[in-house]
């Protein structure tokens, strides 16, 4: 029995020498910066009255995003065009904190 698990044992100490061979490094991607904007509404009614400004706005910045505070759809294509749309008061207080914080003001 003993031989037994001698065997073992150097069975155990020949796999150690069978490794993988060294990963390739993955490719490096530089992350460019971009600017964003933000604009809020109350209701996509009001945001879609507003298109003139919306794309003043699209013009100046990489992204736009369109905080509409009012729950609905965010698959709306008169707005999508112009930027990204959040709807719902959670994002609205998402978005406002960055505002506040001047997140919208330096590029990331």
Do not use: C
Not at 41 to 57: F, G, H, M
């Amino acid at each position: 029995m003993s031989t037994n698990k001698r065997k073992q044992g150097n069975q155990r100490y020949k796999n150690r020498s069978r490794r993988r061979p060294p990963r390739q490094p993955a490719e490096t991607i530089e992350h460019v910066p971009k600017r964003y904007g933000v604009v809020f509404y109350d209701s996509v009614i009001q945001a879609k009255e507003d298109l003139a400004t919306l794309l003043e706005r699209a013009k100046t910045v990489e992204q736009l995003n369109i905080v509409i505070k009012a729950e609905g759809p965010i698959d709306e294509p008169d707005l999508n065009q112009y930027g990204k749309v959040y709807a719902g008061e959670a994002w609205t207080l998402i978005h406002q904190r960055r505002h506040d914080d001047g997140w919208y003001d330096v590029p990331h």
